[in-house]
């Protein structure tokens, strides 16, 4: 792509020659595409929630239900505020990223504070799943961004259990080798086939199978994962064995 930004009408050699000066903007204009692109699919990702939430909550207001029938619409409703808070949050982190305007504060983070929070925002209303948490005491801190670490473990962890609809263990756990902290998210879901394990952490990136395809998500999650790890100088990675589970590694550097 090339855009004019200015014309002019010269001699040359006896000649009348027209002359235009272009820049190349095919980045910019991949910037826009992107920009678009995100948008359309977050757009179309918060329509389904919006849909539920109000058909229940006016089936609500309108009709006499009993508690139990009431507290399963509750339930739904909020599964689906809390799906649409996710999006919200993942797709404003990922803007947020990558305008390099925006300061983030640093400071020594306590995994363990991260791993117990995570546990207890979604254990509530996680009915199926047992969490379990590994961490040794003495487990050094690691030098970032509180919030944005929380949120890419939150993402793993709302990820081990929307693909694992049966239930099963979440394990997660740290531990500390050579200057580095590992940790794991790991669950006993419907897993990914090898053939995903990079992909899934690109931008709109969804394994595209009819079970799958039920859970909502815009494929966004895992790739605010790999940014807020690789601007924390760390790497996140996955093993998994489809139909028995995955596990996700983050490693990142210890404090010095
Ligand atoms: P979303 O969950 O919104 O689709 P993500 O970026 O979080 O987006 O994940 C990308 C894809 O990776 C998902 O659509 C899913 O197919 C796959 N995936 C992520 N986490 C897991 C997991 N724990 N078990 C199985 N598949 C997973």
Redesign the pocket.
């Known amino acids: 792509w090339y855009q004019c930004i200015d014309k002019a009408i010269r001699w040359t050699d006896g000649r009348l020659v027209r002359m235009e000066i272009a820049i190349d903007i095919t980045e910019r204009k991949e910037m826009e595409r992107m920009k678009d692109e995100m948008i359309s699919a977050v757009s179309h990702e918060m329509h389904t929630p919006l849909t539920a939430m109000l058909g229940f909550t006016e089936f609500l207001l309108e009709n006499e239900v009993d508690r139990d029938q009431q507290k399963n619409f509750l339930r739904t409703i909020y599964k689906e505020t809390e799906r649409l808070n996710e999006l919200i949050n993942n797709f404003l982190q990922l803007q947020r990223l990558k305008a390099s305007t925006v300061k983030f504060r640093i400071s020594p983070v306590k995994v363990r504070l991260l791993l117990d929070d995570a546990v207890s925002l979604y254990a509530a209303s996680a009915k199926n799943h047992r969490f379990s948490v590994e961490c040794p005491p003495d487990l050094p801190p690691v030098r970032g961004n509180e919030e944005q670490l929380y949120q890419a473990i939150c ?1 793993l962890v709302s ?2 259990i ?3 609809p049966e239930g099963g263990t979440i394990a997660i756990g740290a531990a500390a080798d050579d200057g580095m902290i590992t940790i794991r998210v790991q ?1 006993e ?4 086939p090898p053939e ?1 394990h990079d992909k ?2 690109d931008r709109f ?3 595209d199978n009819s079970d ?1 395809r039920k ?9 605010l994962v790999r940014e807020i790890v690789a601007a924390h100088g760390g790497r996140v990675r996955v093993e ?1 064995i489809p139909g028995k589970g ?1 596990t ?1 590694f983050v490693t990142l550097p210890v404090m010095r």
Request: glycine content about 20%; aromatic content about 16%; overall charge positive.
């Open positions: 993402n990820n081990a929307k693909y694992s669950d879901g419907i897993g990914i995903f899934i952490f990136f969804r394994v799958r859970v909502g998500g815009a494929g966004l999650g895992l790739t998994s995955s996700f």
